[in-house]
C-alpha cells in the first residue's frame, strides 16, 4: 500500500533562534500502551540506541526526552492516532534492521520526486506504527515486503 503523503513538508529547518520549548512547554517524552511494557522498551532501547529504565527508554545525554511503555490489559486494535517519526540518513539500512530486530512494515509513503525524501511505515513488535525517512536514494522493492 503507498499512501499520498499531504502533511508538512518534511526535514524543514526550525525558525532562526527557535530552540523547540514554546511557552515554558517542551515535549519531554512520549507514553505508549502496550502488553509487556518491559519487554518493548528494551526492543525500543536497542532499536534506537537509548538507555533502558525499566518500562522506559531514555535518550542519551541525559536529556528529558524518553519512551515510556504503559501495561493495558488489551492488544492494539487500529491505526495510532499518534506516531512517532525517525531520520535516517540511510532509510533502506534503518529500515533494514529495524525489520531485522522484529519491526514489520506497514506501508511505504509516496511523496513527491522533488521533494526528495522517502518515508516508510513500521510497525513495532506489538504493532505500535513509526516512522523512518530521510533522503530519497533508493527505493524498497514492493515484492520484497
Known amino acids: ?17 527557535h530552540t523547540g520549548v514554546v511557552a515554558g512547554i517542551a515535549v519531554s517524552g512520549v507514553t505508549i500502551d502496550c502488553v509487556e511494557p518491559e519487554k518493548l522498551a528494551a526492543w525500543w532501547a536497542e532499536a534506537l540506541g537509548w538507555r533502558l529504565d525499566g518500562s ?8 528529558l526526552q ?14 495510532n492516532r ?6 535516517a540518513d540511510d532509510v533502506e ?16 509513503e ?4 522533488e521533494l526528495a525524501y522517502r518515508n516508510l511505515v513500521l510497525r513495532d513488535p ?4 513509526f516512522c523512518v525517512g530521510g ?5 524498497r522493492d514492493p515484492g520484497s515486503e
Open 1 to 17: 500500500m503507498i499512501a499520498i503523503a499531504r502533511g508538512c513538508s518534511p526535514d524543514r529547518a526550525p525558525a532562526r533562534g
Open 56 to 63: 522506559c527508554c531514555r535518550a542519551p545525554g541525559g536529556g
Open 66 to 79: 524518553r519512551l515510556e511503555f504503559m501495561a493495558v490489559p488489551e492488544a492494539k486494535r487500529v491505526k
Open 82 to 87: 499518534v506516531h512517532i517519526d525517525f531520520g
Open 93 to 108: 539500512a534503518a529500515v533494514d534492521r529495524l525489520v531485522a530486530m522484529g519491526a514489520t512494515i506497514a506501508w511505504e
Open 110 to 113: 509516496d511523496f513527491p520526486t
Open 126 to 129: 506489538e504493532g505500535n506504527e
Open 135 to 139: 533522503p530519497a536514494t533508493r527505493r
